[in-house]
């Protein structure tokens, strides 16, 4: 959870992302239903030929941002102008949870 949380951990335990979606483009929101960040700098497409139709009418603004939300209290949620993930931790006993993960949903054209 913490992961959504912050993303002050970036230079020094994922340089590689750093390096393209660098710590001075991340803000945090944080409310009583929810938590997390918002990146600046993605890239619609990168890393992948798949992905969801884009939005015509979005300014590139709103296509280079990444919104990862941490709803409260066990959901996380990725969203980009081009796909989608949801990660649910679920308790397994005190201190030992495990995570789910739905893969990004693709939409073909």
């Given amino acids: 959870m913490e992961n959504y949380l912050e ?3 970036l230079p020094t335990v994922h340089p590689e992302l750093n390096r393209v979606s660098p710590l001075q483009d991340h803000e945090i929101h944080i409310s009583e239903q929810f938590a997390g960040q918002v990146s600046h700098c993605y890239q619609v497409g990168a ?4 992905h969801l139709p884009i ?3 979005w300014s590139s603004e709103l296509l280079q941002e990444a919104d990862y939300p941490a709803l ?3 959901t996380l949620l990725g969203l ?4 989608l993930f949801v990660v649910v931790v679920v308790p397994l006993e005190y201190g030992r949870p495990r ?4 893969p990004s949903v693709l939409c073909r054209r």
């Avoid at 890393?47 to 798949?50: A, V």
């Avoid at 980009?80 to 796909?83: K, L, P, R």
């Fill in 7 to 9: 993303a002050y951990h």
């Fill in 47 to 50: 890393g992948s030929q798949d």
């Fill in 55 to 57: 939005f015509p009418d």
């Fill in 72 to 74: 409260f209290p066990n």
């Fill in 80 to 83: 980009q102008a081009d796909h």
């Fill in 99 to 102: 995570g789910k993960d739905f």
